[in-house]
């Protein structure tokens, strides 16, 4: 009887250690399957980041060249602002002009 004790004893050491390396071989392949999973997650965050980066690089380039056409646009209205008062002037001159000829003839008459 002792003797089939110790067989059964053994036989539940084994059954426990086959138990134990099946238990780690899932462990290990749920870990392998974590893993997997983190690294394609990983490398979705990273293309979005890239495209995002690759976006904002674009956007700036369309900034600066924004700020440069509205550098340019502002010198070309500054100049045509500075031409129409020229011209205000010389209208406003040549009426006042034309004002004191009327009144000098219309004296003279």
């Given at each position: ?60 380039e ?20 500075k ?27």
């Open positions: 009887m002792e003797t089939q004790i110790l067989e059964l004893e053994k036989k539940i050491v084994r059954e426990n250690e086959i138990a134990g390396k099946v238990k780690q071989a899932n462990s290990s392949k749920r870990l392998q399957k974590q893993i997997e999973t983190l690294e394609s997650r990983l490398n979705n965050v990273t293309v979005r980041f890239d495209t995002i980066l690759t976006r904002n690089n674009k956007l700036r369309e900034i600066e060249t924004l700020r440069i056409c509205k550098a340019t646009l502002d010198n070309f209205y500054l100049k045509l602002h031409k129409l008062d020229q011209q205000w002037r010389r209208m406003n001159t040549a009426v006042e002009q034309s004002t004191q000829a009327y009144e000098q003839r219309y004296v003279a008459l």
